[in-house]
């Protein structure tokens, strides 16, 4: 059974750029959610997607998009880069219906803005 | 979402038992009390979940009283890797549109 696997691990921007991190779910899971952690705080929820729908969104400008493709796998999109968008970005994929006990994360991908 | 309070940081030798206790006084009768394990750069481990008096499994015990307004985790004989960050989370279990809810957690240093 394979994990959660996120890329690129660390990644480096400019302000007002755009960036396109990647989510590959764990083997069965058909919930992804993605989550924002700045430093010295815990994970906050950006979205989540079940069966390519979204269906759920957390207090996240609308910059912050995400896609969820046929196989599970996902993708997290921001526009317009800003510095304060410099964190861990985690991807959680989850079976519908066990949310809490079912939720396994990657290890994230570290964004920096510059 | 029922909002969850814990201490910032605790230290603890090695060997020793650790217990890290969350308030979550207006837990709604469908929420579970969920437990992660968090070490830098790294996403989130689940550790433990309960819904009411006590589960065990191979690495924890999880201890809530009656009137669910609070739990505790319990760390037997705790080891240098197990210093990290626990979060405390409550939250439906059920279907629909759900998010887990993150403190700022509890940030265990284990000591030799």
């Known amino acids: 059974e394979t994990g959660v696997t996120q890329s690129p691990t660390h990644l480096i921007k400019t302000r007002g750029q755009q960036v396109t991190l990647r989510c590959s779910s764990q083997?069965?899971?058909?919930?992804v959610s993605w989550y924002q952690q700045a430093l010295g705080q815990g994970p906050q929820f950006i979205f989540q997607?079940?069966?390519?729908?979204?269906?759920g969104r957390g207090n996240f400008p609308p910059r912050f998009s995400g896609l969820q493709f046929p196989n599970y796998s996902s993708e997290l999109n921001v526009n317009a880069l800003e510095l304060d968008d410099s964190a861990l970005y985690l991807c959680?994929?989850?079976?519908?219906?066990?949310?809490?006990?079912?939720?396994?994360f990657g290890s994230g991908t570290r964004l920096t803005v510059v | 979402l029922a909002k969850t309070t814990q201490p910032i940081s605790m230290d603890s030798y090695e060997g020793q038992e650790v217990n890290i206790t969350c308030s979550h006084n207006?837990?709604?009768?469908?929420?579970?009390i969920t437990w992660y394990q968090q070490f830098p750069s790294q996403g989130p481990r689940f550790i433990i979940q309960g819904y009411k008096t006590k589960v065990t499994n191979e690495v924890a015990s999880l201890f809530i009283p009656a009137d669910r307004k609070s739990s505790t985790l319990s760390l037997p004989r705790v080891s240098l890797s197990d210093t990290a960050v626990y979060y405390c989370?409550?939250?439906?279990?059920?279907?629909?549109?759900?998010?887990?809810?993150f403190g700022k957690g509890t940030k265990l240093s284990v000591i030799p």
């Open positions: 083997s069965g899971h058909n919930t």
């Open positions: 989370l409550v939250g439906d279990s059920g279907a629909g549109s759900y998010q887990l809810t």
């Open positions: 959680a994929s989850s079976l519908w219906g066990l949310a809490n006990y079912g939720y396994t």
């Open positions: 997607y079940y069966r390519e729908e979204e269906n």
């Open positions: 207006n837990i709604a009768t469908n929420d579970y």
